[in-house]
């Protein structure tokens, strides 16, 4: 603004000394003209009364100028006398427009330019007594030759005002400009800081719609965090990038996800933050227009990549991808295809079993002393056909998280001895002691889950000890937390199937499966029952030496 006013200034300052020069001299070069033409009307007045005085001997004595050059012409036009010319040489005057003019007026007056001699005749004619016309001339310079010859000094005096100018605008624009900044700098305060009345109006706009603008702002300001907190504490990744595939938007799971540095990566390329290749591929894609679906993997991690162009109109100005880990998804589709061809094989082995005795007693094949052996099979099978049921029945509810669970307050110690009590009989049969130690630890938990988780892991304890061996269950607190431990003297686990056991119808020796019975179930319904109780549990185990197994629970 200031630049402006400045320059503004300087252009009238300069046009305004121009003009000035211009009229000045215009007007300067009337009053020359006039003066002339005043000074010819009177000299000639002059000679003609001298003129008169002297009869016709033409003699000019005191009144004679040599600025000035005198013609006398008779009526036809010849010239009789001539001031500074030989009067032979000069050609008839009578087309003359002074001496036409004053022939018919008395008087006449003509000025004419000399390109020879750059300058203005001026010429005054009179009709004398005698009929004879006297005519005076007087040379003088042009505008334009007045001009350039004192153009030296205009150039010197408009420069000298320019440079006052110069000083007079930049005083002036610093003495609009300084309020109008101190009404800037003071935009909330506009009314105590008015240098002119006339910005009242303009004062009440401005700040009306500094109000507006700031609440808009705020308004913006709002926006933007919301959304920043949305895609902040979003769990899926997210990307928004620009045509060019630069990153305009990123959260911290997309960091993460994509197992990145966390640094700033706004305004960088995509490849800064990954190169994985069926990303870029499907962000190719969607710079194209398509919108994509795909799975990549990263570190160990499946990610599900949604990709999609973003649109202003028609135009794609960028693209917009979202970031799913589904690793947990694809492990569960995983051990659900598994456990489904577990379950189909275990029921087909039981019910194979059945199906076999049965059709050998129905076609009469069977004799008559091996149809008890035959039945008491069938029993047995049927028995563990009902105890896989109900083991898979067991696992899908606690695999159906969204069902509250009826809490209460249970003493672990007194439900491990019931568990030692309903496991004697097995427990005898294989010649193993069981052994309750502790003291009493109260939680709040499921009881019939507390039941199953303990009864299972002594069940296990039992099925795969040695001969004569100890199973020992130890209940105590510690600090705010209640230990369950289940340690037997069995056969152990090898180190590199310890990770493994916890996994249904896993089994570390598939040959010890009829020796030992039971389902392949028992340790991940504890496993389920320890995750939904969010405790935590923990193996240690050694080949031909035992194993313990210990949960701890929050109290």
């Given amino acids: 603004m200031r630049r402006k006013i400045n320059f503004h200034l300087y252009l009238v300052g300069g046009i305004s000394i121009l003009l000035t020069t211009i009229f000045t001299m215009m007007i300067y070069y009337g009053l020359i003209e006039q003066q002339t033409k005043r000074d010819l009307r009177i000299y000639a007045g002059l000679l003609g009364e001298n003129y008169v005085l002297s009869g016709h001997n033409i003699q000019f004595y005191e009144t004679k100028s040599q600025e000035i ?97 110069l000083l007079l605008s930049n005083a002036l624009t610093e003495r609009i400009i300084n309020p109008i900044e101190k009404m800037a700098e003071n935009i909330d305060s506009l009314e105590n800081n008015l240098a002119y009345d006339e910005l009242i109006p303009f004062a ?96 160990g991690k499946c990610l599900q990549v949604f990709t999609n162009p973003v649109y202003d109109k028609d135009e794609i100005i960028g693209v917009m991808c979202i970031l799913l880990d ?14 489904t061809a577990n379950v189909s094989h275990e029921l087909k082995t039981p019910l194979t079993s059945i199906s076999g005795y049965a059709e050998i007693i129905e076609n009469g094949i069977a004799k008559q002393e091996d149809i008890k052996d035959f039945a008491k099979k069938i029993h047995n099978e049927a028995a563990r056909l009902i105890l896989l049921i109900n083991d898979i029945i067991k696992l899908s509810e606690l695999d159906e998280t969204s069902a509250e669970l009826q809490l209460e307050q249970v003493d672990l110690l007194e439900i491990a001895k019931e568990c030692k009590n309903m496991l004697l009989v097995p427990a005898q049969k294989k010649k ?36 004569n061996g100890n199973v020992i269950v130890t209940v105590k607190a510690e600090d705010k937390y209640a230990i369950l431990s ?28 009829k020796s030992t019975g039971g389902t392949g179930l028992g340790l991940s319904i504890v496993k389920h029952i320890v995750q939904r109780h969010n405790a935590k549990i923990s193996l240690s185990s050694t080949v031909n030496v035992g194993t313990k197994i210990t949960v701890k629970f929050t109290t």
């Fill in 486 to 513: 289940v340690e037997d003297t069995g056969i152990g686990i090898p180190e590199k199937y310890q990770n493994r056991i916890f996994e249904r119808f896993y089994r570390v020796d598939k040959s010890r499966i």
């Fill in 204 to 299: 009440k706009i401005i700040k009306m719609q500094n109000i507006r603008i700031i609440r808009q702002m705020e308004n913006i300001e709002q926006e933007k965090n919301k959304i920043q907190m949305i895609l902040e504490n979003m769990s899926e990744g997210f990307l928004l990038l620009s045509i060019d595939k630069n990153i305009l938007s990123v959260n911290h799971s997309a960091i993460r996800l994509l197992s990145a540095k966390e640094i700033d990566y706004l305004g960088k390329n995509i490849l800064y933050l990954s190169r994985n290749e069926p990303l870029n591929n499907s962000i190719n894609y969607a710079v194209k227009g398509e919108s994509i679906s795909d799975d990549i993997f990263i570190n």
């Fill in 326 to 339: 589904v690793t947990e998804k694809k492990e569960s589709e995983k051990i659900r295809r598994e456990f």
């Fill in 69 to 165: 050059r005198i013609t006398i012409i008779n009526p036809d036009g010849k010239v009789i006398y001539e001031s500074d010319a030989n009067t032979n040489q000069m050609d008839n005057h009578s087309n003359r427009p002074e001496i036409v003019e004053a022939i018919k007026t008395g008087t006449g007056e003509a000025v004419r330019y000399s390109n020879t001699l750059e300058n203005n005749t001026f010429y005054y004619a009179m009709l004398l007594q005698d009929g004879n016309i006297l005519r005076v001339s007087r040379q003088t310079h042009s505008i334009l030759a007045l001009f350039l010859g004192v153009f030296p000094l205009i150039i010197g005096i408009g420069m000298i005002i320019f440079l006052l100018c």
């Fill in 432 to 467: 193993i002691s069981m052994e309750v130690v502790g003291e009493s630890c109260k939680i709040f938990a499921n009881p019939s889950m507390m039941e199953e988780l303990i009864y299972n892991l002594c069940d296990n304890a039992i099925r795969y000890n040695k001969p």
